[in-house]
């Protein structure tokens, strides 16, 4: 491993989160290209660290000997939040590609009964992590220009359900301002594996909100469902957009710019090894 794949290992290692952060800047094809030349067990670090929608996408960009060693590497429940978002087809291509001993629980994770939450859910959900600025966050919307609800559910770096913050907020707050001080933890939520009689039975549906975050019972997120999806009131279908966002690094500015030149060093290398061949 080159000295700059060196420390790119290392600094990932030791600081999965920020590396994560800064790894969400790239375009998808360059994070792709990094990935593909780092050891899986780090990328699947990495991963595990990212966005959902970027890691996602990420891998959906890898070649496919790639993306089965990650998914190999992933503990069941990340792979099983990443396989939810990329393309069906893809995904039927990797579960039949896998080992069976790996593939069957996520298949079984993956397929809930008609009668569930899980089965009416909506896996492609815009979300934001926790350990960003409200600047950061503002950015990321502006560039990935998804389609809002009135709020935005905020995930924990392992995807776990944190809290939900109004958009409304984010407009008004100071842009240095941390996600998570001013979200609410009390994020309106259900599980996955609930009967829907149940949910419309209980009291899971709160005044505020015409829609709940859907988790597995570790707390991770796995999309939202909507009143309208389960009552038969016909509702226009939100769609996600899965693009790159470019973000800062927490550390500091002289750092994250000599960062930032290794992860670049690292994918032009690349992309120039692929014009050479």
Same mark, same amino acid.
Request: hydrophobic letters at 45%; aromatic letters at 6%; charged letters at 25%.
């Given at each position: ?21 800064? *790894? ?21 670090? $990495? ?18 000997? &790639?993306? $089965? !060693? ?27 590609? $896998?080992?069976? !001993? ?47 609800? /009135?709020?935005?559910? *905020? ?21 240095? &301002? ?10 309106? !939520? ?24 859907? &988790?597995?019972?570790?707390? *991770? ?16 279908? &939100?769609?996600?957009? !899965?693009?790159?966002?470019?973000? /800062? ?20 290398? /690349? ?7």
């Amino acid at each position: 491993m080159q000295s700059d794949q060196k420390i790119i290992a290392a600094f990932i290692k030791n600081y999965p989160s920020e590396a994560a952060m800064l *790894v969400e800047g790239y375009q998808v094809e360059d994070r792709a290209a990094l990935i593909e030349r780092l050891p899986v067990e780090l990328c699947a670090q $990495l991963l595990s660290q990212m966005d959902r929608n970027r890691a996602a996408a990420t891998l959906e960009k890898v070649d496919l000997g &790639t993306a $089965l !060693k990650l998914l190999e590497a992933l503990p069941i429940s990340t792979a099983e939040v990443l396989l939810r978002q990329i393309d069906e087809a893809f995904c039927n291509v990797l579960l039949d590609t $896998l080992d069976p !001993k790996l593939s069957t629980p996520i298949k079984r994770a993956l397929a809930y009964p008609r009668t569930m939450v899980g089965a009416c859910m909506e896996p492609l959900v815009f979300t934001l992590t926790d350990d960003l600025t409200v600047g950061q966050s503002l950015e990321r919307i502006k560039k990935d220009n998804p389609s809002l609800l /009135s709020h935005v559910f *905020v995930l924990s770096r392992n995807h776990v359900l944190a809290g939900i913050v109004e958009v409304k907020q984010l407009i008004v707050a100071d842009r240095n &301002t941390l996600i998570r001080e001013i979200m609410d933890t009390r994020a309106p !939520k259900t599980l996955a594996n609930m009967s829907l009689d149940v949910l419309l039975e209980g009291r899971g549906w709160e005044a505020a909100y015409s829609f709940l975050a859907v &988790t597995d019972t570790d707390g *991770v997120f796995l999309g939202l469902i909507t009143r309208e999806s389960i009552t038969g009131v016909s509702r226009e279908k &939100t769609s996600y957009k !899965k693009q790159a966002a470019q973000t /800062s690094s927490a550390l500091a500015d002289l750092f994250q710019i000599g960062l930032s030149s290794l992860f670049t060093s690292t994918v032009a290398s /690349s992309n120039d090894k692929n014009i050479n061949q």
